[in-house]
T-cell receptor, first 113, second 114 residues
Framework: AQKVTQAQTEISVVEKEDVTLDCVYE???????LFWYKQPPSGELVFLIR??????QNEISGRYSWNFQKSTSSFNFTITASQVVDSAVYFC??????????FGKGTMLLVSP | DAEITQSPRHKITETGRQVTLACHQT?????MFWYRQDLGHGLRLIHY???????NKGEVSDGYSVSRSNTEDLPLTLESAASSQTSVYFC?????????????FGQGTRLTVV
């Protein structure tokens, strides 16, 4: 069975602060894929990143960065210099190769001006 | 541009009625999925399909059914709507394969069962 835990239910920051969203996963498969999705207040789900289990390189995309560590089964997401537009619910998800995503319960990020 | 669309976007129905939510994708993806989103639970998988005539039960399939007669559509049917099925429903699609491609989601359908 696969499981994703996002222990932070809600995080509140002030604009320009850095914030890290935690994601811990469980799977017995050696090949798997990790994802982050963003759900803004409008409700749609927006794909942010995919990482496979053989690629532990950290990734940076503008103000977003992701830290994948197999040793701790974590795939954390950091937003640098947060902005109000970053306010959303963020979901971490795991696919162990059977094409069905298992989602964490999400972390609601509130960025205030 | 390819897309995935759900209809209706909002629906109110009565307990015991049969309800069908539509999902149509133009990505030509083999895989299609239905999830429900509830506060405190995140997204949970209801049913999924890997291709035409293929359907599989997910984590919370009781009370729901799907059928896949073509590549583009995966309608979700609530056989006899219950208040516990009040939720936001998301349809998604992805390319075939071993999960190494991202899923694209529809805009969601907010269903209220009264």
């Amino acid at each position: 069975a696969q499981k994703v835990t996002q222990a932070q239910t809600e995080i509140s920051v002030v604009e320009k602060e850095d914030v890290t969203l935690d994601c811990v996963y469980e799977t017995r498969d050696t090949t798997y894929y990790l994802f982050w999705y963003k759900q803004p207040p409008s409700g749609e789900l927006v794909f942010l990143i995919r990482r496979n289990s053989f690629d532990e390189q950290n990734e940076i995309s503008g103000r977003y960065s992701w830290n994948f560590q197999k040793s701790t089964s974590s795939f954390n997401f950091t937003i640098t210099a947060s902005q109000v537009v970053d306010s959303a619910v963020y979901f971490c998800a795991l696919n162990s190769g059977y094409s069905t995503l298992t989602f964490g319960k999400g972390t609601m990020l509130l960025v205030s001006p | 541009d390819a897309e995935i669309t759900q209809s209706p976007r909002h629906k109110i129905t009565e307990t015991g009625r049969q309800v069908t939510l539509a999902c149509h994708q133009t990505w030509n993806h083999n895989n299609m999925f239905w999830y429900r989103q509830d506060l405190g639970h995140g997204l949970r998988l209801i049913h999924y399909s890997y291709g035409v005539q293929d359907t599989n039960k997910g984590e919370v399939s009781d009370g729901y059914s799907v059928s896949r007669s073509n590549t583009e559509d995966l309608p979700l049917t609530l056989e006899s709507a219950a208040s516990s099925q009040t939720s936001v429903y998301f349809c998604a699609s992805s390319e075939g394969g071993r999960g190494n491609t991202e899923a694209f989601f529809g805009q969601g359908t907010r269903l209220t069962v009264v």
